[in-house]
């Protein structure tokens, strides 16, 4: 943890400004909104990765505080459960590291926090943080079934002979009651590590940055026993009822992180091979396309797992990796 300076107090502060003013860009710009609550997490990662925890600490006190202030202490609370405080979290644990040494390593190096442990960490902090929000606002299946019901009422507007029978009707109000936690979960984890990856790049590149670069394709996978919360979720989503939204929330959330695993591991796997580039332009458009091809992908992380933990030398030498 670096030490606290005039400068990383100001930083804490500006990054709090910037990251509600993009929040509250957010609430008034319907058509980006997600993308641009999860640009609020930018900032703050930005602060912690660069200038410390205290920073970091800073920026989300003073980021609440405005959003407080300029819209209410709800909206407020929202943001620094679900964007704020996981993003202060992650830079925390980005900037872990102790001597190697302590795990079997080479003397004169230090040992950073393996990026598997916090994509596990990321996908449980989305979790905690929409199972807070879902009961500060009240989300359960018969507020899935109103949605339900509004779509319907829009499309017979529309279209006047539009009639779907009540069977369909209630069918489709059970299955969306599971998908909306699923998507938003996994949607969110995917938009938190994509601004935790900018931050990285932008904190290193300016030289401030303590945790040396990652080779993403070798590095980021799931710890092994995240395995078994992706199984707890999926066997809780055929409980019914608040159970079962949880389960589909954590299906989402930490099958996102598996996921991103399998894409890491294709990119891994296809490495140095002439073939390299169409397959994997073929992979993605078929995954954005037709959604389905996303559980080749998921298998594909859930048999790779694995933790590689970023070595430091202490002394003049380059940057390696070390697996566990």
Not at 9 to 20: P, Q, R, S
Not at 106 to 124: G, R, T
Not at 161 to 184: E, G, M, R, S, W
């Amino acid at each position: 943890m670096k030490t606290l300076t005039p400068t990383s107090i100001a930083t804490g502060l500006i990054a709090g400004v910037t990251a509600a003013l993009l929040s509250l860009s957010a609430n008034a710009q319907s058509t980006f909104a997600i993308v641009l609550y999860a640009a609020s997490a930018l900032p703050i990662l930005i602060a912690g990765l660069g200038w410390g925890n205290a920073s970091a600490f800073i920026a989300v006190v003073a980021g609440g505080a405005i959003a407080s202030a300029m819209v209410s202490s709800y909206f407020a609370l929202l943001i620094v459960i679900i964007t704020l405080i996981p993003a202060g979290w992650l830079s925390n644990l980005a900037n872990l590291a102790r001597p190697a040494s302590e795990l079997g390593g080479p003397d004169n190096a230090l040992a950073w926090y393996p990026l598997s442990n916090i994509l596990v960490h990321l996908a449980l902090m989305v979790t905690l943080g929409m199972i807070a929000v879902g009961a500060i606002v009240g989300y359960d299946s018969a507020m899935a079934s109103q949605l339900v019901d509004i779509v319907i009422q829009t499309l017979k507007a529309q279209e006047p002979l539009y009639n779907p029978d009540a069977a369909a009707i209630a069918q489709l109000k059970t299955v969306f009651a599971l998908a909306l936690p699923l998507v938003q979960g996994a949607l969110w984890v995917f938009l938190l590590f994509a601004a935790y990856y900018v931050a990285s790049f932008i904190v290193r590149v300016s030289g401030k940055g303590l945790r040396p670069r990652e080779d993403m394709p070798s590095t980021l996978r799931m710890h092994r026993n995240a395995i078994f919360f992706f199984l707890a979720g999926l066997l809780a989503a055929f409980l019914g009822g608040v159970p079962a939204i949880i389960g589909a929330l954590v299906c989402g959330t930490f099958g996102a992180g598996f996921v991103l695993a399998g894409f890491a591991s294709l990119h891994f796997r296809t490495r140095g091979k002439s073939w390299r580039l169409p397959v994997l332009w073929l992979v993605y458009l078929s995954v954005l396309l037709f959604t389905i091809p996303v559980f080749v992908i998921l298998i594909l992380g859930l048999m790779d797992t694995r933790r590689t933990i970023a070595l430091t030398p202490t002394g003049p030498a380059e940057n390696k990796n070390q697996n566990t």
